[in-house]
Structures are given as structure tokens and as C-alpha cells.
């Protein structure tokens, strides 16, 4: 079995047969995961509230409960209700985020469905929103696990933090990477290396343990987000099933376009994100900067960054008892920087 040091590239996991993927990471946690998809379902059973589910059954990755149940299963003493009702509050928080993020950035498309605002309307989704986030922290509070929900409360407030630094940020061409960095780890990673702290505490782990499992965590929420933004650049909305080129479209910018504008002259810089700065984007515009990032080696750069999070995410692994399921954390890692949608 491969080092948890390296991991197999996706040539190499073709090599074995096995696609780079979630399918083959997720099979040890398969039978939860589909327990998850059920709890969740009974848990948004109200007549008003049941709007939502075409959104939660609309082919989302089930990922960051999968981490969950994952890092819970590596562990010594795995605690299956209390693992399958964190991973179900878990995916309604996810929920949460995307229909309040989508309202922010105005956008209509998400798992290629209308999103909820576009399709109910803002006060609508900004309720439902604000619902799914008590009916999560009413699932975490039967748990009687003060740890657990020390964790998700913690990291309900980074998202929100990455996300009002985020719109904070908007329409500067003096980003720097640390900056972007401390977003995305606040909107992104906080979640996933929440599920794989509060996992391991679940499964028994020593202290030790969860933190390395943690450290994981946020680093493959890292590494996960940085390739979703060289996807909004690259991607197509039928592949993505959502639409492309959003995050500069309102003024977000990315690690590629942070890249980008590194590598330009100033005045070409200022020539070329004029329209940005004017709040005067367009579908030709967004095109423009696309091609400049791919054609400038910004977006393999960032995808270059992004292996380096999976490598750290692996290294963080490293001599940790993992219960037999080190082949499951190498394909995620795989995944992370291999995937096209």
C-alpha cells in the first residue's frame, strides 16, 4: 500500500483500475451515507419546509458528511447514531450556506436546478436558510456532546466570517494570496476540517489523532476550494451545473486571477480589468480574463498550490491508526485535485 506520504496520481489510480473519484473513497461509508440522506429527508418533512429538497437531492456530493462518518470510522470506538446525526446537521448546514451564498451572489444555477432564491424568491431562502442552521443545531444539542458542538458553532461563525470578508474584499486588484488564503479558510476549510475534528472525536480517536485528522481537514478544504475556483475558469455550466466565471463576475477575486494580475505589467493590468474596476462586467470580459489566466500558467499555478494542500493534507496523516482506511483517504486526495465539476 502506498506511503500516506505520496498519493496516486490519476494516471496511476487508472493504472489500478480504480477512477479518481469519490465512489472508491466513500465505499467504506456507503450504507451511513445513504442512512444520512434519509435522516436528512425526514428532518425537512414539514410541508413548507420541503421546498428544499429537490436542492438537497439534486446530486450534491454528500462529501463533507462523508468526511464525517470517514473520520469516524477510522477511529477506535466508532459511535454510529451519534456520527450519522452529526454528518446529517453537518449536510444541512452545507445546505445553508449555498442558499445564503447563492442569494449574495446573485446566482440561478446551482447542481444545474434553479437556485432556491430564483425559484422562491429571496425572503424565502434567506428563511429557509436561517432554518436549516436551528434544525442542524437541534440535531448537534440531542447529542448531549458539548465537544461536538463547541466545533460546529465555532465553525458556523468562521463561515460567516469568510463570507463577509470575502464580499469585503471584492473588486481589489491588490489581494494578496494570504488574504485569500484566510477566506477560504474561513469559508471553506473551517467546515471540512470541522467534520473530520468532530469525526474522529466520535470514533474514539486520541487528541492526538483528531488534531492530525483536523489538519487534514483544513487542508483538503484548501486544496478543494482552490481547485473550485480554477474550475469557475476552466469548467462549462453543464459540467459544472452551475454557472462559470461567478466569482469574478462580482468582483471575487481568486487565487488564479491573484496570480494573474501578479504576472502583468501595470498598465496592461489596468487595461485589462478596467471593466471590473468600472462594476462594468460583461459575458466578453469574463471571457477575456479567463483566457488571460489560462494563457498567462495563473490557473496551473493555482492548480500547482493545490497539490501542495493535498501533499500537506496527507502529511498530516502520517503514522496516525487509521483503521485499515488508508487507501480511502489517498483517493480523496486524488479527488481533490483531479475532479471536473
Known amino acids: 500500500m502506498p506511503s500516506l506520504r505520496t498519493f496516486p496520481t490519476p494516471k496511476a489510480q487508472r493504472r489500478r483500475g480504480t477512477a479518481p473519484g469519490l465512489a472508491g473513497a466513500l465505499e467504506p461509508v456507503q450504507d451511513e451515507l445513504r442512512v444520512v440522506t434519509e435522516r436528512i429527508l425526514s428532518q425537512v418533512a414539514d410541508p413548507v419546509v420541503r421546498k428544499v429538497v429537490y436542492l438537497i437531492t439534486a446530486g450534491g456530493k454528500r462529501l463533507r458528511p462523508a468526511l464525517v462518518l470517514l473520520t469516524g470510522a477510522s477511529g477506535?470506538?466508532?459511535?454510529?447514531?451519534?456520527?450519522?446525526?452529526?454528518?446529517?446537521?453537518?449536510?444541512?448546514?452545507?445546505?445553508?450556506?449555498?442558499?445564503?451564498?447563492?442569494?449574495?451572489?446573485?446566482?440561478?444555477?446551482?447542481?444545474?436546478?434553479?437556485?432556491?432564491?430564483?425559484?422562491?424568491?429571496?425572503?424565502?431562502?434567506?428563511?429557509?436558510?436561517?432554518?436549516?442552521?436551528?434544525?442542524?443545531?437541534?440535531?448537534?444539542?440531542?447529542?448531549?456532546?458539548?465537544?461536538?458542538?463547541?466545533?460546529?458553532?465555532?465553525?458556523?461563525?468562521?463561515?460567516?466570517?469568510?463570507?463577509?470578508?470575502?464580499?469585503?474584499?471584492r473588486y481589489r486588484l491588490d489581494l494578496t494570496e494570504e488574504e485569500y488564503l484566510e477566506i477560504i479558510r474561513d469559508k471553506t476549510a473551517s467546515l471540512t476540517g470541522g467534520c473530520c475534528q468532530s469525526g474522529a472525536f466520535l470514533g474514539g480517536a486520541s487528541p492526538e489523532a483528531i488534531q492530525r485528522f483536523t489538519a487534514f481537514g483544513v487542508h483538503f478544504g484548501l486544496a478543494f476550494q482552490i481547485i473550485d475556483d480554477c474550475l469557475d475558469l476552466t469548467g462549462t455550466p453543464r459540467q459544472l451545473g452551475k454557472s462559470i466565471h461567478a466569482d469574478v463576475d462580482k468582483g471575487a477575486l481568486s487565487l488564479p486571477m491573484i496570480y494573474l494580475t501578479q504576472t502583468l505589467p501595470a498598465q496592461k493590468r489596468s487595461r485589462l480589468f478596467a471593466p471590473l474596476a468600472a462594476r462594468a462586467t460583461d459575458p466578453a470580459f469574463l471571457a477575456r480574463v479567463a483566457k488571460a489566466a489560462r494563457a498567462s500558467g495563473a490557473i496551473t499555478r493555482a492548480q500547482e498550490r493545490a497539490r501542495g494542500m493535498i501533499r500537506t493534507a496527507l502529511e498530516s496523516l502520517a503514522d496516525t491508526p487509521m483503521n485499515g482506511l488508508t487507501h480511502a483517504y489517498e483517493q480523496l486526495a486524488a479527488y481533490a485535485t483531479a475532479r471536473r465539476s
Open 76 to 169: 477506535p470506538a466508532a459511535r454510529r447514531d451519534a456520527l450519522i446525526d452529526t454528518a446529517t446537521a453537518v449536510e444541512l448546514i452545507h445546505t445553508a450556506t449555498l442558499i445564503h451564498d447563492d442569494i449574495i451572489d446573485q446566482s440561478s444555477l446551482r447542481r444545474s436546478q434553479p437556485t432556491f432564491h430564483h425559484r422562491w424568491g429571496t425572503e424565502r431562502a434567506v428563511l429557509m436558510g436561517d432554518y436549516l442552521y436551528a434544525t442542524a443545531f437541534t440535531l448537534l444539542a440531542r447529542l448531549q456532546e458539548p465537544y461536538v458542538m463547541r466545533v460546529m458553532a465555532d465553525v458556523c461563525r468562521q463561515l460567516c466570517r469568510g463570507e463577509l470578508r470575502e464580499v469585503e474584499a
